[in-house]
């Protein structure tokens, strides 16, 4: 293969400026889109599993939506179709004066999508809890929104921070796809550095070194939340 | 104190409980019994309301189960509920466990549920276990906390639903002891068991049931001297013999 290597030009001064900034354009989609993500999920999850069908439905009915179209597509829609669907007024505001446009849609359209999976995860935390903790519950006059709150949330969670971690690391990864609607993150970088230096392994290897190095960190730390949550002789092996 | 009248149940078209009539006096201990599978368990737990009937009525204290005006999640608070499977809640501690309903349904403050808890841990000999979560507990002491738990609410009645089926032979006494010593203390009791030595010893009466419906309802006595039935008797026969 007749190709020069050149690792030095990550480490001058204007291309690492641009990792370092696309960097830290992944971290605020990534983990913006997943506090919302989160809080979200969270309260669609738990619309999947209430008593109330209605409210059943309209959460079984976002969780299809948001999960069976393409990420892509989405941040098209959000991106190219919302503004046009929307009233004048707000289209114009989104297109004209919306600030950060890019970076609000990319953050949107992923914490929407995210959700629909956190939305899964926590509804089959739910319906693991075992059915007699949710009868004793009840058999000691609990309403429904207390044993949420005391019984079924606190267990449920515990249960799900593993697949969790899956999911936040997914987040990130899935902030690449902002690069298409424009958003400078650490992909669109790399291969802007790619295209002005024809250094496109190096450019490439430093996105990928400095992706796996965030999931690591992320790792580390639901690990420790993990350990923390555990329930003593519950869930997962004692600490 | 407790009024059954006439209930029927079905899961889909598979009838579970067949016109089942029966009461339980203030302070009467009453025994539940029968072949797997014949409804004994689904009968308690309409009592409280956690399943609920298509025909006939339930009252508790004069309050109808069964009425759709009625605040079952007020009722419920005041009526004791023991679990076959314990069904403590494995994330909070024993204390916890026993205050959780006590604060947040009969809104004590955390001062007096943790003196009611305390009262009650001691009542069931397990003083030393009160941070413990309740994996770290066997299985007769977890029973013994669910029925502490239960007494915490300040019931008018409790209601046991086989609650020594699922442990070991050598923790069954333990659980029956704290058991036979509220009878003896006046509670209102309703109870499904296999247990006939305990039935023999507080049960004022005992029922009987089969494929559904209540077979025998007599004093104690006279259902283990003199079953009117031949179900009854065969059930009799099978389980006494060891």
Redesign the interface.
């Known amino acids: 293969m007749d190709y020069n290597w050149n690792w030095g030009v990550l480490f001058e001064e204007e291309y690492l400026g641009w990792l370092i900034s696309g960097f830290w354009w992944t971290i605020a989609v990534a983990l913006c889109a997943w506090c919302i993500a989160i809080v979200v999920g969270s309260l669609v999850g738990i619309g999947r599993t209430v008593p109330n069908r209605f409210i059943r439905a309209i959460s079984g009915t976002y969780v299809e939506l948001f999960r069976n179209v393409p990420l892509l597509v989405q941040m098209f829609i959000w991106y190219f179709a919302v503004p046009e669907l929307v009233p004048d007024d707000w289209g114009r505001w989104m297109k004209r004066d919306m600030p950060n446009p890019e970076f609000t849609t990319a953050v949107i359209a992923l914490a929407l999508y995210t959700a629909s999976r956190v939305a899964e995860q926590v509804r089959a935390g739910i319906e693991t809890v075992?059915e007699?903790?949710n009868?004793?519950?009840?058999?000691?006059?609990?309403?429904v929104a207390?044993t949420y709150r005391?019984?079924l949330l606190?267990?449920s969670f515990?249960l799900i921070v593993p697949p969790l971690t899956s999911e936040f690391l997914t987040v990130f990864k899935n902030s690449s796809l902002a690069l298409t609607i424009g958003l400078l993150e650490l992909t669109a970088q790399s291969q802007q550095i790619a295209e002005y230096t024809f250094q496109g392994f190096e450019a490439f290897t430093a996105a990928t070194v400095i992706y796996v190095c965030i999931a690591l960190v992320a790792t580390v730390i639901s690990q420790s939340l993990e350990r923390y949550t555990a329930?003593?002789?519950?869930v997962g092996k004692e600490a | 104190m407790i009024e059954i009248e006439k209930i029927s149940k079905w899961y889909g078209d598979f009838r579970v409980l067949t016109d089942c009539t029966t009461s339980v006096e203030k302070g009467e201990v009453v025994v539940v019994c029968g072949p797997s599978g014949s409804g004994k368990s689904t009968l308690i737990k309409c009592v409280n309301g956690l399943e609920p009937v298509q025909e006939g009525r339930i009252s508790v204290e004069g309050q109808e189960v069964t009425a759709k005006s009625t605040n079952l999640t007020k009722l419920r608070s005041r009526i004791g509920m023991v679990f076959q499977h314990f069904e403590l809640y494995p994330h909070m501690s024993v204390l916890e466990n026993l205050c959780l309903a006590q604060e947040k349904v009969l809104k004590r403050s955390r001062d007096e549920a943790v003196s009611r808890a305390e009262e009650l841990i001691e009542r069931v000999g397990l003083s030393e276990h009160l941070t413990k979560f309740p994996s770290q507990l066997s299985g007769g002491q977890q029973q013994r906390v669910a029925i502490a738990r239960s007494l915490a609410m300040d019931p008018i009645a409790m209601l046991f639903d086989e609650p020594t089926s699922a442990l070991d032979p050598e923790m069954i006494n333990e659980v029956l002891d704290v058991m036979v010593g509220l009878a003896k203390d006046g509670m209102t009791m309703m109870v499904v068991t296999h247990e006939m030595g305990f039935a023999r010893k507080v049960a004022d009466r005992v029922i009987f049931m089969d494929e559904g419906a209540i077979v025998e309802d007599r004093e104690t006595q006279a259902f283990f001297s003199n079953p009117e039935s031949d179900r009854a008797k065969d059930f009799l026969s099978k389980i006494l013999n060891h």
Do not use: C, D, E, T
Not at chain 1, 135 to 143: D, P, R, V, Y
């Open positions: 075992p007699g903790l009868a004793a519950a009840k058999a000691h006059g609990l309403s207390q005391h019984i606190p267990i515990r329930i003593p002789g519950f």
